[in-house]
């Protein structure tokens, strides 16, 4: 069974930053894909290979990484806006066609 454990939100004023890490356990096969969602908003993912992409709205602020043993996900938030405010969720399910696994998210607050 996967689990899924995210940390690092916090609350920050624009232009600040925060690393958002997602710790993975469980069968590997069934988490090699991992995501970060903002609410229910894919920001982007991790494949197979460990390619990581950002979606559009966040390229150019986020990046999205993976440790070498593929057990932790990162997200670095940069330039923080106060859109950005939500819970952070870090989700994983195998690439090919099955349900996603989530975590129970992590807060992150922007204020101006």
């Known amino acids: 069974q996967v689990r899924l454990e995210e940390s690092g939100g916090d609350s920050v004023y624009t232009g600040g930053s925060l690393r958002l890490s997602c710790a993975a356990s469980g069968d590997r096969s069934d988490r090699d894909c991992m995501f970060w969602f903002k609410e229910r908003n894919r920001v982007g993912w991790v494949n197979g290979a460990g390619?990581?992409t950002v979606d559009d709205p966040w390229k150019g602020r986020f990046k999205i990484s993976q440790d070498n043993a593929r057990n932790t996900l990162y997200l670095q938030m940069d330039n923080l806006q106060v859109e950005d405010t939500a819970t952070y969720y870090c989700a994983a399910r195998r690439c090919v066609g099955s349900r996603y696994t989530w975590g129970q998210g992590t807060r992150v607050t922007v204020s101006s």
């Open positions: 390619l990581a």
